[in-house]
């Protein structure tokens, strides 16, 4: 199950990328209740998933209305991060993301979907059947991604301190939007 979940969630992914280029645009202390809010959808979504997987493997069709959703919003949130503007560190508080956007995201978010359901239908009996068993894959999972997530906020406070002018912070926005962008396309491309 570690073998599967850590380089999942350590690999570029929307939550990841998202981390990155909001902390690379606001720092990494403004860009933790974005992460809160990543850690508690993840959470919701771990109950869902472990409960609803044999629901959700019998209809294939929901689980591809979701993943295109998903996609959709992540293009919308590449496209805002690629067309914003340089910050010169004035006022920037009505332009973060925070706690609402990281539930909302893991909601939308195929990719989650699917690493979840894998999680609970391939390993799902490690720890039991019960409720303890699914609560304990979803806790690790949580920790696990969590570790990504700070990870690439990090990543995106390093790009932040060394390329702080705004002709270089404008490049960030451009490719940050731009692997996100990637990412979603990514998420839809039959494998």
């Given at each position: 199950m570690l073998a599967f979940t850590l380089p999942v969630s350590l690999l570029p992914g929307p939550n990841n990328l998202l981390s990155a280029a909001h902390s690379s645009r606001h720092g990494f202390r403004k860009s933790l209740?974005?992460?809160?809010?990543?850690?508690i959808g993840w959470l919701l979504l771990g109950l869902v998933v472990g409960?609803?997987?044999?629901f959700?493997?019998?209809n294939p069709d929901l689980l591809t209305f979701l993943t295109y959703i998903g996609v959709g919003y992540i293009i919308y949130l590449s496209y805002q991060i690629a067309t914003a503007s340089h910050i010169d560190g004035k006022d920037i508080s009505d332009e973060?993301?925070?706690?609402?956007t990281g539930v909302i995201l893991q909601v939308v978010n195929g990719k989650a979907f699917i690493h979840l359901l894998i999680l609970m239908t391939t390993f799902g009996t490690v720890?039991?059947?019960n409720w303890d068993g699914k609560m304990i894959i979803v806790l690790l999972n949580v920790g696990i991604k969590l570790l990504g997530w700070f990870c690439w906020a990090s990543f995106g406070s390093a790009?932040?301190?060394l390329f702080g002018d705004s002709k270089s912070g404008v490049l960030i926005n451009r490719i940050m939007g731009f692997s996100l962008f990637c990412v979603a396309i990514w998420i839809v491309i039959p494998k």
């Amino acid at each position: 199950m570690l073998a599967f979940t850590l380089p999942v969630s350590l690999l570029p992914g929307p939550n990841n990328l998202l981390s990155a280029a909001h902390s690379s645009r606001h720092g990494f202390r403004k860009s933790l209740p974005l992460i809160s809010g990543m850690v508690i959808g993840w959470l919701l979504l771990g109950l869902v998933v472990g409960y609803g997987s044999l629901f959700i493997e019998d209809n294939p069709d929901l689980l591809t209305f979701l993943t295109y959703i998903g996609v959709g919003y992540i293009i919308y949130l590449s496209y805002q991060i690629a067309t914003a503007s340089h910050i010169d560190g004035k006022d920037i508080s009505d332009e973060e993301l925070g706690l609402k956007t990281g539930v909302i995201l893991q909601v939308v978010n195929g990719k989650a979907f699917i690493h979840l359901l894998i999680l609970m239908t391939t390993f799902g009996t490690v720890f039991g059947l019960n409720w303890d068993g699914k609560m304990i894959i979803v806790l690790l999972n949580v920790g696990i991604k969590l570790l990504g997530w700070f990870c690439w906020a990090s990543f995106g406070s390093a790009l932040k301190e060394l390329f702080g002018d705004s002709k270089s912070g404008v490049l960030i926005n451009r490719i940050m939007g731009f692997s996100l962008f990637c990412v979603a396309i990514w998420i839809v491309i039959p494998k």
